[in-house]
């Protein structure tokens, strides 16, 4: 755990960001990954866009319901994640939203 979460108890910060997928018979192309930052505990919410709307969505069903409200959220600077609609949300539910550069990591070649 990095040194930034251990002020953090389990459920209060969660990284999250969308990958891309081959599309699925159900039509769901991006999975949306939310990662507990203490733990490391994954959610995954899959979608067919990925939205402002579908992120809310997975983040309600798979983050509060389950785990409460968080203090903290980080995630890229997607167009789905930094917007009015999302900040209004964040504000409502009293979480900080924190916008960071994600590292992109290419798994090594050698063995």
Do not use: C
Request: net charge neutral.
């Amino acid at each position: 755990m990095e040194g930034r979460w251990l002020k953090y108890k389990y459920g209060e910060a969660w990284q999250i960001d969308s990958i891309t997928l081959p599309q699925t018979r159900q039509s769901k192309r991006y999975v949306l990954t939310m990662v507990e930052a203490t733990t490391e505990w994954l959610e995954t919410y899959p979608v067919p866009h990925a939205t402002t709307q579908n992120t809310l969505l997975g983040l309600e069903k798979q983050v509060l319901w389950r785990h409460g409200t968080p203090e903290r959220i980080e995630s890229d600077n997607g167009t789905h994640f930094r917007n009015n609609l999302l900040d209004t949300w964040a504000k409502e539910h009293g979480i900080e939203w924190v916008y960071r550069k994600i590292q992109h990591h290419t798994p090594s070649l050698l063995p």
